[in-house]
């Protein structure tokens, strides 16, 4: 059976770019041949994630969600990845409902820290993902104790999401300067660039190991996944 991966994106359009290249650059192939066969879905009027978690109403994102996965499984894909953090929040129960695998970015991320023997692990993320817990929890579940910045930082952290990444724009270096001095403060042995504007961030502006991508750990898992030999980069 032809392996496919089906990428449920838009959340947001530049991210679920960055992320289709992550997985290109992390086959090992040297002609269009060797590559992953993809779909992608970019879904730009899936309702925003954090406003509708926070407002506690969220039946027309996950329907939205729902419709796009089922889509992705009758187009023949064989696993879905889904490059955006907050989305996570409904993954468990989208997969009860789509009988191909969904690879759970944050859970693969977690893992992934506890491998290399990290302790605590800042979030970097947006107000949906810190409020709910996900990385806390998964992190938690490996003996990792996740940890979410103040508030005056958290601030910062969205400002640069929602107000210069989505908007277009590369990001300020001055904001995030502060943010890593305020999470090494905290006494982190790491990072988690746990927002995909913040992968898109990272782009423009390449950052120390001490940060993780999430991003870039789910396009590392979705070329495992659909058995794809892997490129180290």
């Known amino acids: 059976m032809e392996q496919k991966l089906g990428i449920l994106g838009g959340m947001g359009p530049q991210a679920t770019q960055v992320f289709y290249q992550f997985v290109l650059d992390r ?22 994630r954090t406003q ?46 789509v009988g191909i695998p969904i690879l759970h970015m944050i859970r693969e991320t977690a893992r992934e820290l506890a491998s290399q023997g990290k302790k605590r692990p800042g979030i970097l993320a947006t107000d949906g993902t810190i409020r709910t817990g996900l990385y ?23 400002s640069i999401i929602y107000d210069e990444i989505k908007q277009g724009e590369s990001g300020s270096r001055e904001k995030f300067a502060h943010i ?12 988690i660039l746990a927002c995909t504007e913040l992968s898109v961030f990272s782009t423009y502006h ?14 590392q898992r979705a070329v495992r996944a659909c058995g794809y030999p892997l490129r180290t980069i």
């Open 27 to 48: 086959t090992d192939a040297v002609r269009d041949q060797d590559h992953l066969p993809t779909l992608i879905l970019s879904d730009t009027q899936i309702p925003d």
């Open 52 to 97: 509708a978690i926070l407002s506690g109403d969220t039946r027309e994102l996950y329907q939205r969600l729902l419709r796009d996965a089922k889509l992705l499984e009758d187009c023949g894909c064989t696993a879905i990845a889904i490059p955006c953090n907050t989305s996570h929040y409904f993954v468990d129960r989208l997969q009860g409902e």
């Open 136 to 158: 806390q929890k998964e992190c938690a579940a490996l003996g990792l104790d996740a940890a979410a910045p103040d508030p005056e930082t958290q601030r910062l952290v969205m």
């Open 180 to 191: 890593d001095k305020a999470i090494r403060r905290m006494g982190c042995d790491c990072a």
């Open 206 to 219: 390449p950052l120390p190991p001490f940060y993780l991508d999430a991003m870039a750990v789910l396009a």
